[in-house]
Structures are given as C-alpha cells and as structure tokens.
C-alpha cells in the first residue's frame, strides 16, 4: 500500500531520547470526575468499601457526599501522564511516595504536571527508564495527589547516544506525620454493620496475613474498558495488531487495573481500611493478560496510633496480587537473591500502602 503523500503526521508521544532531567510536561485534557465515572469504576471492579458506595455512610463519618474512591483519582491523574510520559512505553514498572493530600468528589476537575526526576538508558540500547513526579490539583488548585513512577520507554533511534544514569533518590516509605487524614473524617460513629462487622484495627496483629479466596477473572472487555474509563491510552493495552509482534503476542492489562482488583478483593478481611492515605511503594512483577484470574494476599506490617485520635488508626499492609494460582499452592512468592527481590511467576503486584482504618 502505498501512503498518500498529502497525509501529515500526528504527534508519537515522547522517546526515551526526548526526555531531560528537569524537563517539566504540562498534561493535556483536564478531567471533571463525575458520578458515572464513580458508578462505572464500581462495577469495573466490584469494589465493596462502603464509604464509596452510599451516601449515607459518607455523611455519618462526615462527608457531604461521597468522596472519589482514591484508586480512581490516582488512575485518572495517571492516565493524563500517559500521552507525554507512557505513549511508547514498554511497560509501566513502579510507583513510590504516593500521597493522596486531599479527598477529590464528583464535579472536581483535575490536572496534572510532572517533572522528569531521573533517567537510565538500558543496556540493549533499545529502552530506558524514565522517572517522573507528577502532581494532580482540582479546579481550585489545591493539590489532591503527589505520586513518582517509573516506565520502561522505547528509544526511537537505537543509534542515539543518551547522557549517564541519573537516578533520583526515592523514600521507601512515606512517614505517618506525612500522611493526611481527611479533616472532615471522623469514625467514631461508624456503623459496623456497613462493613460487614469486620475486623478492626485494634483486632489485628503486625505479621498477620490474608488471602483474600475471591478471584476475578480478567475479560478484554473489562480490562480496555477500565482503562478507556481512566483515558490511558498507551497502545500496549490496545493496539493487538502491534502486539502481534512483540514477545507476549497479546495486549498487556493495565497495571493500576490490577492494584483496583486487588483492593477490591481485600475488602474481604480489611473491610475497615475505609481510606487509602499513601502508597509507599510498587512494583508490577509480571504482566497480565485477559483470562488471568487474580488473587489478592495482604500481610499486616504495622499498626501505628494517631495522635488525639481514638476513632482511627494507620494500618500499612504489603498486598500481592497473585494470577491464576494461591499462595498454599505456591513453593514461594518472594524471596531475595543476592540482595534483590525475586518473585514467583505469578506474582503480579507488590504494593506497600496504608489505609486509614477503623480503630
């Protein structure tokens, strides 16, 4: 087929080559978040947090209307990265000093700025790793969300010479004097019945660990629609006639589909974690594809008391997710090799977060 000389290009999103230290990217297409949005996400993952399902939980621990569930508002300023930061990924890779600063609702319009932190070219001299810190503000321009990632980019000439690494330095961890407790929050009258009488903080112990039983199954139709909902439109997760080629052959699941899923699956047992306040770090392990069934296993790293509070408490939890397979069924799900972290094959997501809960 020949290409008609008159056709004009259309922008290709940014190379690993195109990106400098400093470099600020200003993301198009601000998003007003509405009900539906909030509606769809619910029935995309099955979420069951009651705080984001009535209305009337929402106004008993002092909420005018329902917030945004905080994985929607991370995967909506995510998805405004993408065009600048993602385009030509090869794959998303990890999350750190995620800090949600401020509940969003239906009506609030969001954007986002990011700034290029740190950059790493590969040794095939194909790819590099980009890293980013990217900032999400309602209309009123205070700041909802801070969160750094780092993605996997193809370079567009394997020939072109890239400066040395240069590696931002990250924070394992978001201290609990960082982390933001909503001001209108309070749960000293929460319902139990709402959340099925589950657990409380104060009935957990450091140590303790959950698999969750449910698995979801991924459906195409599920997972493209998650992630149009979200406007990612990084082409690895739609575009199979492209991926017909690459190693896997098939489209990839967006990760942040998989972190919902896996929070879905963890109201089972951490009911009470109502509101997620940070994620200290990610990684996605292994890709996913349509047909994996997910599971989801949560392990209790610390109980931390706030202070003046008796109504609350800050759980930090270490979540897997798990594709088509259990952890009793499993020789090992991580383990650490000269110093690095190894993972099972079907270890799909290992995320640290903490979640505002119950006491």
Known sequence: MTIPTNYLPTPEGLYFEDFFIGQPLVHGVPRTITEADCTLYTALTGSRFALHCAKTVANAVGFTQMPVDNFLLFHI???KTVNDVSLNAVANLGYAEVIFKSPAFA???IKVVSEVIGLKENSNGKTGVVYVHSTAVNQDDHIVLSFKRWVMVHKKDHSTSCPAPQLPTLASEISSTE???PAQLNLSQWPDFVSDSQLKASDFNVGDTYFHRDGITI???DHSLATRLYQNNARVHFDQHMMNDSNHGKRLVYGGHIISLCRALSYNGLGNGIWLSAIHSGS???PSFAGDTIYA???????TDVADREDVALVKINMLGIKNNSPEQMEFLT???DGRKKYHSDVVLDLELTVIMVK
Not at 297 to 303: F, G, K, N, Y
């Open 219 to 221: 459906n195409d139709s």
């Open 335 to 337: 383990k650490t090799v």
């Open 297 to 303: 296993q949560s392990t209790i790293l610390e109980i």
């Open 107 to 109: 009506g609030d319009t």
């Open 284 to 286: 996605h392990c292994n």
């Open 77 to 79: 300023a995510f998805g």
């Open 179 to 181: 982390q933001i407790i």
